[in-house]
């Protein structure tokens, strides 16, 4: 099939692409072959749609026996793969999926581990907390101003978690962490300054939500406000700070590792 037809259209110029919109479709790009291969497991489970996948004559096989029902494989030479995709692309497969719908509002209500980010800059950061969030068992992601859930830069960090870990995204996601707060909980803040408890000490509530701020400033004093608790990891030799990715896993897992039964 010649690279000038409709099919291929997703997967042009994706240098830095995150989702895009294919015959009125909102589509996102899936780049490698482990990536993919989740990627076409969760399509199979019907928890996503696959529209199709592309890749090179000697991965070929190997897609064909894990394409989802109605998936099109699309095939072409590396080097005209590459050609198409806008950049030296090496991992042998692409993948074009339908971005799904956020989860019902009622979803986030009732998160007991909630991780909630008003403003990141950073995509690969993003895509860090992701992954750890959903191997370290969070319940859900509210996400503010910040890169797109369904990045290729960001898939390609978070190995997956986008389609595993609901998650909702507002320009301004105070109003529904408000209403998560109504319904009982506490909103903890990561932040430096007194009064922060360190964080090997803390012991989050029954229903608990995680406050991270942006990689350079933290949070800002109007999402501190919001806070019931702040919470900070001690530093030792001189170091002032952890990358935001690094201290929201370890206080993800201060968060989980308290669940009943752990």
């Not at 489970?45 to 696959?50: D, E, F, L, Q, S």
């Not at 290729?152 to 209403?179: E, I, N």
């Amino acid at each position: 099939m010649a690279l000038d037809h409709p099919l291929w259209a997703p997967f042009r110029d994706i240098r830095a692409a995150g989702r895009r919109i294919i015959e009125g479709r909102e589509v996102f790009i899936a780049e490698g072959r482990i990536l993919v291969e989740d990627l076409l497991t969760a399509g199979r489970a019907g928890t996503v749609i696959v529209h199709s996948v592309a890749t090179t004559p000697a991965m070929a096989e190997q897609m064909k026996s894990q394409m989802p029902p109605h998936a099109v494989l699309l095939v072409a030479p590396e080097e005209e793969l590459q050609a198409l995709a806008g950049f030296p692309f090496h991992r042998g497969v692409l993948a074009c999926a339908e971005v799904p719908d956020a989860p019902p509002v009622d979803h986030l209500l009732a998160c007991r581990r909630l991780l909630v980010l008003p403003r990141l800059d950073d995509a690969e950061n993003l895509g860090l907390l992701l992954r750890s969030a959903a191997a370290l068992g969070m319940d859900g992601v509210l996400l503010g101003k910040g890169p797109d859930l369904w990045s290729r830069r960001t898939l390609r960090v978070s190995m997956g978690a986008a389609w595993r870990l609901p998650a909702w995204r507002a320009d301004d996601p105070s109003d529904l962490l408000a209403r998560w707060h109504a319904q009982g909980g506490e909103i903890v803040g990561a932040a430096l300054g007194p009064g922060s408890e360190m964080a090997h000490a803390w012991i989050p509530a029954h229903r608990c939500a995680l406050l991270l701020g942006p990689e350079g400033s933290g949070l800002d004093p109007a999402w501190l406000l919001r806070c019931d608790r702040r919470v900070v990891i001690p530093m030792a030799n001189t170091v002032d700070s952890l990358n935001v990715a690094a201290a929201g896993a370890i206080l993800m897992y201060q968060m989980t590792g308290h669940r009943e039964g752990n």
